[in-house]
């Protein structure tokens, strides 16, 4: 059952805010592919005009404004989040863009709708809306429409972008697979996040896996033991860290193979994309000999 206390419009509203461009590169990549790279954005004013004083107001959840490299083509995307299908209306939703094509004419207005209930519908809610007169459309309106639950957590595992490891738990998975989405929404906010962010969503994560103080101890320990391995990948990808990447693997050769220090010139020569695929290697490999024999294979050009 929803809590109704949560502040599920805020938890989303924030997360947007947090994330404009990862948000756009997850729900819709073609309008970068079309318009090439967002070279800035905005947030537009959130409640539309009234059209009488007495009526009540039509809050958006987050409209954002994107201008492109061209800077002449804009996109205007009204994101609309909605926790409960019932009161969506796609007559107000149609209001709501409206008044954003007259209040910016230059940009394409995209409207788009985020249900994240985490249950199958026994009816869908309204799609389009058409009126045509024979051969003569009148009105035609549609929006983009994303119900989190029709994605499978398992599926995004992968995924590089933190908004989709944010919202993992309110995918589609099995009861088996719970635990497992969890962990990866947690690492993977690690991995793909800012320190802050990390500490701010993870509430997000814990409050929509429905995570108990005891799981997340368990998690924060887990994270705990990955931290030295995480720090090192990051720094292993950067540019300009040669001699701190040298420094990594040398103390990972020391630590994991107990090797004395005459012994880390084997490294010598190798690349920073030997380095990082080697990084990938130890984690895995347990015989120093094997390492040992990829590395001179790697530098005598008979591993490619």
């Known amino acids: 059952m929803t809590n109704t206390n949560i502040p599920h419009d805020q938890n989303f509203k924030n997360l947007f805010l947090d994330f404009p461009l990862e948000t756009l590169e997850w729900i819709l990549p073609e309008t970068i592919q079309s318009f090439g790279p967002v070279i800035k954005y905005d947030f537009s004013r959130q409640e539309t005009r009234k059209d009488k004083l007495a009526d009540g107001h039509l809050a958006l959840d987050i409209p954002i404004l994107y201008t492109f490299r061209n800077n002449r083509k804009l996109l205007l995307w009204l994101v609309e989040f909605q926790e409960d299908k019932s009161e969506f209306s796609i007559y107000k939703l149609l209001r709501y863009t409206t008044d ?37 459309v009148l009105l035609h309106f ?25 919202l993992l738990p309110k995918m589609r998975y099995e009861p088996e697979e719970r635990w497992e989405v969890i962990r990866q929404a947690y690492i993977g906010l690690y991995q793909l996040a800012s320190r802050t962010l990390f500490v701010k969503y993870t509430d997000f994560i814990d409050i929509y896996a429905e995570i108990d103080a005891a799981e997340r101890d368990q998690i ?3 994270m705990d033991n990955r931290k030295e391995t995480v720090m090192i990948k990051q ?70």
Do not use: H
């Open 100 to 136: 954003k094509m007259e209040a910016y004419p230059d940009a394409l207005v995209v409207p788009t709708m985020i249900f994240s209930d985490r249950r199958q519908w026994r009816k869908d809610v309204a799609r389009y809306l058409d009126a045509q007169l024979n051969d003569r």
């Open 142 to 166: 549609e929006y983009v429409f994303l119900k989190l639950y029709d994605l499978w957590a398992r599926d995004y595992f992968d995924s590089p972008n933190p908004v989709v490891k944010i």
């Open 220 to 222: 924060l320990r887990e």
């Open 235 to 304: 720094i292993l990808k950067e540019e300009g860290f040669q001699e701190e990447r040298f420094k990594l693997l040398s103390r990972m050769l020391m630590k994991k193979y107990q090797r004395s220090i005459n012994e880390l010139s084997i490294l010598e020569g190798l690349c920073s994309e030997d380095l990082l695929e080697l990084f990938d290697l130890m984690i895995d490999c347990e015989s120093y000999s094997e390492i040992k024999e990829w590395i001179r294979q790697r530098k005598s050009g008979n591993l490619s």
